[in-house]
Structures are given as structure tokens and as C-alpha cells.
């Protein structure tokens, strides 16, 4: 197995434990989800009403210092969170986005981000990507021989 897959990395262990806190929440949630050609969300949440959150993680200062592209994720969810362990400067982050506090087994919302509703036609085409790509990553898993070998030239 090559090293990098060996130890999951801080940011990685930070999304499981968000995953399992929304999953409390009774959000499902996706990891690595692509909403639009040169974005990657960290975690992207699907609540029991519909919203969407993004949660970007952020295992140290320089981690949250080099991202350029966290201001192009707000038009793709109602709320925007920043999920960093204990030991995070908190004071680099923006006050208008939430803050998630998180280990590789927990976390807690210390701070709600405010709130912006995704259009409904964005809504729908991206609540589409969120299923594809759960289901995507759920073949995969189930057959990771065969699944994704052959995927037709249209799925995203």
C-alpha cells in the first residue's frame, strides 16, 4: 500500500469525526464532492429538510492560510463551515462562517455560519451531483475491481 494511503492525513481524520457528528444531526454526507470544475469540498452535508452545508477542514494554520479557493464553495450551500481541532488559531477564521470543533471520532458546532439559500435550480442540479456521487463511491467500495472500470463518458 502506497504511504500516502497508509495514515490518513489530519484533514481526513477531521471529516470523519464532522461526518459522524452530522451524521447525529441526521445529515447524510458526502467527502471530496466536486460542485464545479476547480472545487473540492471537504465534507458536503445533505439535511433532513434538504440544506446544504459545506465544511472545509483544516488541520493547521498554513492549511487555512494557502486556500484560495474557500470563497468559491459560499454560492454552493446555505451554510459554510470551517472544521479545525482544538488546538486551531480560531481567530483566522471568518466570524460569518460557522466554526466546527473535531477529532478523528467527534465534533460540536461552536458556531452556526450565517445563512445564504442555494437557488433552487442550483439546489437541485447539486443535491443530483450529491447523489451520483454517493452512489458512485458506494459501487466502488462494494466492487472496487470492477465499478468505475467502465463508466460511461457522461457520469459525473
Known amino acids: 500500500m502506497p504511504d500516502d494511503q497508509a495514515q490518513p492525513k489530519p484533514g481526513q481524520l477531521l471529516a470523519r469525526g ?13 467527502v471530496e464532492l ?4 476547480g472545487l473540492r469540498v471537504d465534507v458536503m452535508g445533505l439535511g433532513p429538510k434538504g440544506e446544504i452545508w459545506i465544511i472545509e477542514c483544516k488541520s493547521s494554520r498554513e492549511d487555512f492560510m494557502t486556500d484560495q479557493k474557500w470563497h468559491g464553495y459560499l454560492e454552493w450551500c446555505d451554510r459554510y463551515f470551517w472544521a479545525v481541532d482544538e488546538s486551531f488559531p480560531t481567530e483566522l477564521l471568518p466570524d460569518s462562517s460557522g466554526l466546527i470543533i473535531a477529532d478523528a471520532y467527534e465534533a460540536e458546532i461552536v458556531r ?3 445563512e445564504h439559500k442555494v437557488a433552487p435550480a442550483r439546489r437541485k442540479a447539486l443535491v443530483h451531483k450529491f447523489a451520483r456521487h454517493a452512489a458512485t463511491r458506494w459501487h ?16 459525473s
Do not use: E, I, K, Q
Open 34 to 37: 466536486v460542485p464545479s470544475a
Open 18 to 30: 464532522v461526518c459522524r457528528y452530522l451524521a447525529s444531526l441526521d445529515f447524510v454526507t458526502v
Open 112 to 114: 452556526m455560519g450565517d
Open 140 to 155: 466502488a467500495a462494494r466492487d472496487p475491481g470492477h465499478y468505475g472500470a467502465a463508466r460511461p463518458r457522461n457520469a
